[in-house]
């Protein structure tokens, strides 16, 4: 079994992400090695590179949106307001 990284570059950030890809007798498979959750398994690897990335993708931005939902909600509790006196305190001290 031969093993390949691949590395796959997020088009709106620029974040690089490493796929680790093999092929085996019933095709190909891997993961994303900095998001290990995401693996796919195909025939090709052409096909599982492309799987790789939408499941990479589809992946971040469930976390980016899981993210924005508790900053709001860490917001709305008033778990942030300390940092915002801080920050505004800095601002006027220069």
């Not at 693996?39 to 931005?61: A, G, H, V």
């Not at 942030?80 to 220069?94: F, I, P, Q, S, T």
Request: proline content about 1%; overall charge negative.
């Amino acid at each position: 079994m031969k093993k390949l990284d691949i590395k796959i570059q997020n088009s709106e950030y620029g974040d690089i992400y490493t796929a680790e890809i093999q092929e085996n007798e019933d095709g190909w498979f891997g993961w994303i090695r900095e998001h290990p959750k995401v693996k796919c398994r195909e025939n090709t690897k052409e096909k599982l590179l492309e799987s790789l990335q939408k499941q990479l993708f589809d992946t971040l931005e469930a976390d980016w949106k899981a993210w924005d939902k508790q900053i709001e909600e860490d917001a709305k509790a008033g778990k942030l307001d300390r940092l915002a006196e801080k920050a505004v305190e800095n601002y006027k001290a220069g």
